[in-house]
């Protein structure tokens, strides 16, 4: 119940990682009250493992949380796919696309836009700019600094297309103030052990963000030892096949048993030169090339495992790198 007595329809941000699902099913025992929905938002580019996880969990809570699928849309009404939006800015298809968190070698030069008028439109952006090249081959001059384009795929690709389904399934009619009922609280599957800076208020008044499993005090080690207990399961972590976030320990699995995956990752090169960022662009930290970085364990290298190195390191992640 809100505070001028209105009642709360309570939705779960489903990601089909170890948390989220561990939320849906401890929900779904009764160990917590059950929310009305869960919604999944795709980007088109998970991997078959998570598609998997999320037909065998649909069909689990099935009759008791329904679970919808949604996509973000493009302007002709079709379904959004991170990769080919991305392919599709490079190749001068579209006009632009929501930036994942890639690397970037910092150049002196932006990258051309293949499209004539984005590209005029770009220099004019840049106040008629001398440094946007329109050859680079012959002009790359590197800065020596790398930095991580700013993340807004999160936005486009996730939490928009929440919000919007959320609107619809709560009946929430398009010019109601956003401060007016009806209300949603949105249950998001971010463990005890996250960094708490990443448990962030909605950006929208009538949507309040919980974070169940913190109130109940289990990391995500609990949620795997939960979900292995009661279910005999062992959840993938969920993220697009290619996303900058991976650890190296990630990257490695998906190299040694994802080979089709892996394909579609190091074709990172498509995307080596983004039109209007001023640099190389990379989904590995390193700024090498995907096929080209050093993944071995330190075992492999025949060394002593280093409780600091890359391997022991949790990325702060979690299962959520997307979240509302
Ligand atoms: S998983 Fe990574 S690439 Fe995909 S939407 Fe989230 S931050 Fe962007």
Redesign the pocket.
């Known amino acids: 119940m809100n505070a001028d007595g209105a009642a709360r329809h309570v939705i779960l941000s489903l990601r089909a990682g170890v948390q989220s699902t561990a939320l849906a099913l401890i929900a779904a025992r009764g160990d917590l009250p059950l929310p009305e929905a869960a919604i999944f938002t795709d980007?088109g580019w998970e991997s078959a493992v998570t598609y998997a996880h999320l037909e065998w969990l649909a069909a689990e809570l099935d009759g008791v949380l329904p679970v919808h699928l949604v996509r973000k849309q493009r302007r002709d009404g079709g379904a959004a796919h991170?990769r080919d939006d991305a392919l599709g800015v490079v190749a001068g298809r579209l006009p632009r696309m929501a930036t994942?968190?890639v690397f970037v070698k910092g150049s002196r030069e932006y990258n051309p836009c293949p499209n004539p008028a984005q590209q005029a439109k770009f220099v004019r952006h840049v106040g008629g700019a001398s440094n946007f090249v329109v050859m680079p081959l012959f002009a790359r001059t590197f800065t020596g600094k790398t930095s991580q384009l700013k993340?807004q795929?999160?936005g486009e690709?996730?939490i928009e297309p929440i919000i919007r389904k959320t609107r619809e399934l709560v009946g929430r009619r398009r010019g109601i103030r956003r401060t007016q009922p009806p209300y949603v609280e949105m249950w998001i599957g971010i463990s005890a052990d996250e960094k708490p800076t990443r448990c962030k208020p909605s950006r929208e008044p009538w949507i309040t963000n919980c974070w169940p499993l913190r109130e109940l005090g289990m990391t995500r080690r609990d949620c795997e030892q939960w979900l292995l207990e009661h279910h005999g399961l062992r959840v993938p972590k969920s993220?697009?096949i290619a996303?900058p976030?991976h650890d190296d320990r990630l990257w490695r699995e998906i190299k040694l048993h994802r080979p089709d995956e892996w394909e579609e990752a190091v074709a990172d090169r498509a995307i080596r030169r983004l039109p209007m960022v001023q640099g190389e662009c990379y989904v590995h930290r390193s700024c090498v090339p995907l096929d080209e970085v050093d993944l071995r364990t330190p075992e492999d290298r025949g060394q002593l495992t280093l409780p600091l190195g890359d391997e022991g390191r949790d990325n702060g992640d979690g299962e959520d790198?997307?979240q509302l």
């Open positions: 980007t991170i994942p968190p993340r795929c999160t690709y996730k993220s697009c996303c976030y790198l997307c």
